[in-house]
Nanobody, 121 residues
Framework: QVQLVESGGDLVQAGGSLRLSCAASGNIFRINDMAWYRQAPGKQRELVAGITSGARTNYADSVKGRFTIARDNAKNTVLLQMNSLKPADTARYYC???????????????WGQGTQVTVSS
């Protein structure tokens, strides 16, 4: 099993910044893709930003130019720097990882419990 623990969520005013962190631990042979998703009340979970093991990134159009995803492969962590926050960014943010326990088995998907980000106007 792999555990993902997020931190960094908070209440912030519009225009402010937050930095989310997610640390993976457990029986890890290799972590492939990592990502941040978010889910607002009454809405579906959506991809915010993703990053491959080779550091290729992709972003939702709504956050391009404001959010930056990065990872530290040695520490099995992924970060999300969020700048110029808007009330529309208010949601619970979830960390995702595709992780392998062994080179002989396919990777599995793992999710964290989420961290709340609230942006006030």
């Amino acid at each position: 099993q792999v555990q993902l623990v997020e931190s960094g969520g908070d209440l912030v005013q519009a225009g402010g910044s937050l930095r989310l962190s997610c640390a993976a631990s457990g029986n890890i042979f290799r972590i492939n893709d990592m990502a941040w998703y978010r889910q607002a009340p009454g809405k579906q979970r959506e991809l915010v930003a993703g990053i491959t093991s080779g550091a290729r990134t992709n972003y939702a159009d709504s956050v391009k130019g404001r959010f930056t995803i990065a990872r530290d492969n040695a520490k099995n962590t992924v970060l999300l720097q969020m700048n110029s926050l808007k009330p529309a960014d208010t949601a619970r943010y979830y960390c995702y990882a595709s992780a392998e326990h062994s080179p002989f088995y396919p990777p599995r998907d793992y999710w964290g419990q989420g961290t709340q980000v609230t942006v006030s106007s």
